[in-house]
Each structure stands twice: as structure tokens, then as C-alpha cells.
């Protein structure tokens, strides 16, 4: 994995906007903002202005956007982040097993992950959270499943190409069992390419989350997400066209930000693929 000297400028560039975006949804809030949550009925539907307490102006009930988009995003990072481990543990076991088997067993796995990526998966973490209720564990291992399929490809590979490396052929002649030469060997070594590939799934996590939260079936009110953030920004578009801008954006700069982070350092692993 590249050290951070190595950094590619890009990512370097992404990196500090992602600490921002960070350290405004945590650190904000401790500069006394206003309680998200709680309705200023003196200011129902204002508009963004630096001379009030309401810099990103009110919804129609008073509440704070910028409150509320720096709680939306501390709710959609978390979960975001909490699924993408979840996908990275299923896909880095899978894909490490899988590749290291070999022969059928091999191939049954990647029949098995083609079938997976075949389902309607989104449909059915919808019908899902229907059916069960919003909950926080069902909703993380909702959006885990849904994007580890691609990781657990990659790791296939990177597993099936170091089989034949020789300090894992020299690990099984001395005697190392299968558990064995995937615990110290396997997985230390596709580990820095699983937490490169851990910025490239991470955004969709957070888009999932988002989309599921725009249809209502992420947490619980009080709580609100930025997905949620959007769906209730394009209610008042009309008479209140901040309540979705500014959420909006602050949902697209944090996926661009991940998407060109995990593009660098993707490429930095893969000088063929930078000088293609």
C-alpha cells in the first residue's frame, strides 16, 4: 500500500476534503449551532443569511439546515462506514478463501457470486426493511450485502494469483495447513489491497443508505440522515429550495471525494493500469 509521501496529488486533495467534511459534521456542533431537532418558530421557512443564527436558512418548521445537514452527515458516514467493514470482512473471506481453494470449489464460489450479482439486490433489501422494520443491525448488514459482491471479485483474483507465489507454495511444503497459509500469508497480504478497495465501496454504502433513507426506510425519526435530508428538501423545493441544496451538496462532494480518492490510490497499486 502506498505511504502517504507516495500519496498521488489527487488523493491528497480528496483526503483533506474528506477530514473537512469530517471535522465540520463532528466539530461543528460543538460551537453551540442550534439543535437540530428543535423548531424556531420566529424563522419557518427562512432563507439562508450570515446576519441570523440560521446560515443555511430554516425548514418549514424552523429547524436548522446546517444543523441538520452536519447530523445528517455524522448518521450517514457512520452507517456507511460501519456497512463498508462489514463488506470488507465478507468480501475479504470470501474472496481470499475462494482463490486459495482453487479447481471446483473455485468455481462453484464465482457461480455463486455471479447469482448474487444477478439479484434484484436493492429490491430485496427494500422488501426486506419493509417487511422487518427500520433497524440499525438489519440496515447495516442490508447495505454490507449489497456491496461486498465486487470486492470479494477482486480478492478472488489476488487470492488465485498469489496461490502460486513462491512463499505460499514454500508455506504449504513445510507442512501449513489451509487456515494456516490464509491467516499468514493470504490475508496480511490482500489486506492493503482490500482497504484501497475499501474507498471505492464506501461511497456506494453511503449512496445506498442515502437512497434508502429518500424512500424512508433508513433510521427511525427524530433521526435524519442525508438521504432523508433530500427527500424532505424536495417537499419544500418550491417555496424553500435550500432545505435540498445544501444537503445535496454536501452528499456529492462527500462521494466524489471517495470515488477519486479509491480511483488514485487504486492506481497507484496498479502501474499499468496509471499509465494506461
Same mark, same amino acid.
Given at each position: ?163 502460486? %507465489?513462491? @512463499?505460499?507454495?514454500?508455506?504449504? =511444503? /513445510? ?6 497459509? *490464509? #491467516?499468514?500469508? &493470504?490475508? +496480511? ?58 444537503? %445535496?451538496? @454536501?452528499?456529492?462532494?462527500?462521494? =466524489? /471525494? ?6 488514485? *490510490? #487504486?492506481?497507484? &497499486?496498479? +502501474? ?5
Amino acid at each position: 500500500m502506498p505511504t502517504t509521501q507516495a500519496l498521488p496529488r489527487a488523493a491528497r486533495i480528496c483526503l483533506l476534503v474528506l477530514a473537512a467534511l469530517a471535522a465540520a459534521c463532528w466539530g461543528l456542533p460543538l460551537l453551540g449551532l442550534p439543535d437540530p431537532q428543535r423548531p424556531d418558530w420566529e424563522f419557518l421557512s427562512n432563507a439562508p443569511s450570515l446576519a441570523s443564527a440560521h446560515w443555511f436558512g430554516t425548514d418549514a418548521i424552523g429547524r436548522d439546515i446546517l444543523s441538520r445537514t452536519l447530523a445528517g452527515g455524522r448518521l450517514s458516514l457512520t452507517i456507511g462506514m460501519l456497512a463498508s467493514l462489514i463488506a470488507l470482512v465478507v468480501g475479504l473471506g470470501y474472496g481470499a478463501i475462494a482463490g486459495y481453494a482453487g479447481g471446483w470449489f473455485e468455481r462453484v464460489m464465482v457461480r455463486g457470486l455471479d447469482v448474487l450479482s444477478a439479484l434484484p439486490f436493492l429490491l430485496i433489501v427494500i422488501l426486506l426493511l419493509s417487511l422487518f422494520g427500520r433497524s440499525l443491525p438489519l440496515l447495516l448488514g442490508a447495505i454490507g450485502g449489497y456491496v461486498w459482491i465486487d470486492l470479494a471479485r477482486v480478492m478472488r483474483a489476488e487470492a488465485a494469483r498469489l496461490r502460486e %507465489a513462491p @512463499f505460499v507454495l514454500a508455506a504449504r =511444503a /513445510a507442512g501449513a495447513s489451509f487456515s494456516q497459509v *490464509l #491467516r499468514w500469508h &493470504l490475508l +496480511p497480504n490482500l489486506l492493503p489491497l482490500a482497504l484501497v478497495y475499501l474507498g471505492l465501496i464506501l461511497p456506494q454504502a453511503i449512496l445506498v443508505e442515502s437512497f434508502l433513507g429518500f424512500l424512508g426506510l433508513s433510521v427511525d425519526e427524530p433521526s435524519a440522515s442525508w438521504g432523508t435530508l433530500l427527500y424532505e428538501g424536495v417537499q419544500e423545493l418550491d417555496s424553500a429550495p435550500w432545505t435540498l441544496l445544501f444537503p %445535496a451538496l @454536501f452528499l456529492v462532494t462527500t462521494l =466524489a /471525494a471517495f470515488q477519486f480518492l479509491g480511483d488514485s *490510490l #487504486r492506481d497507484g &497499486l496498479d +502501474p499499468k493500469r496509471s499509465n494506461a
